[in-house]
């Protein structure tokens, strides 16, 4: 497989007026929605859908300063339906309407978000990888929805989570799990702090559960402290994934914790 992050930037930049939505870039890329959602972000910080749109915006704006006319069609050919939804996104992004940046005539002081170059592939040390068959899992635990660029909620998430292990009816085991599902257009996914369950009739107020079938994983083993966790993802996406000829499946991906990891120190 190409890269796929590669493929979704070339296409974004060759197309940056195109009206294409997340579904129709993965499928260019050969790659799931939830495979493309999270792996942009992981190689870029930006969530696809976003970095598409500001691409966009700041071409508009680049075209108001030199003075277009026509605001109307400048939004159309930018993805919105009116010229009220461009200048509100307009408005909300770079602090000014089309029509001021347009009379003002230059650029100063507008942050333009310029054509990406992907950084070198991840070079951080990636175990070998096992592939294995795994049983079906149902998992409970807390969870909540998080951006990107907000991403460092989850540590608190996993401390609210942690008084309750080993106090949940129908716990199997004490291994923990970070469960990972359910991106959208926007970079947003859910994020459940759990344990594995035999049932779900008796959970604390505010639990919930999720029931992944039985499959085929590839398991990698994170080296080091869990704050660099990121670093090993950036290695699968960026680096193992488009040279294994493999495809990932449109479905949760999950962290899996052994009984010793300490989620306060982070460490395990």
């Known amino acids: 497989m190409d890269d796929p992050i590669g493929k979704a930037l070339w296409m974004i930049e060759t197309d940056v007026d195109g009206h294409f939505d997340l579904q129709t870039i993965a499928d260019a890329c050969g790659v799931s929605r939830f495979c493309l959602a999270r792996a942009f972000v992981v190689a870029t910080g930006w969530p696809v859908m976003r970095y598409a749109r500001v691409r966009r915006l700041s071409r508009a704006a680049r075209r108001l300063a030199d003075g277009e006319g026509d605001i109307l069609g400048l939004a159309l050919e930018s993805g919105y ?159 193992w994934l488009p040279q294994s000829g493999l495809q990932a499946a449109d479905a949760p991906e999950f962290e899996f914790y052994s009984a010793d990891f300490d989620p306060m120190a982070g460490t395990g």
Do not use: N
């Not at 899992?137 to 807390?142: D, F, K, V």
């Not at 991106?183 to 369950?197: N, T």
């Open 81 to 239: 339906g009116s010229h009220e939804a461009f200048t509100r996104a307009f408005r909300e992004h770079f602090g000014l309407t089309p029509e001021s940046l347009r009379a003002r005539g230059h650029l100063d002081g507008i942050e333009l978000r310029e054509a990406m170059r992907m950084r070198p592939t991840s070079t951080y040390p990636l175990s070998e990888p096992r592939f294995e068959q795994g049983d079906e899992l149902l998992i409970a635990g807390l969870g909540e929805r998080f951006t990107a660029d907000k991403s460092q909620g989850i540590a608190a998430l996993w401390q609210r989570f942690v008084p309750y292990i080993g106090q949940i009816a129908g716990q199997q085991g004490c291994e923990t799990y970070g469960l990972c599902h359910s991106p959208d257009e926007e970079g947003g996914f859910e994020y459940m702090a759990g344990v594995r369950v035999s049932r779900t009739d008796d959970l604390p107020a505010g639990f919930i559960h999720q029931r992944l079938p039985a499959r085929r994983y590839v398991v990698f083993r994170h080296q080091g402290h869990i704050s660099s966790i990121h670093e090993t993802l950036a290695a699968i996406f960026q680096r």
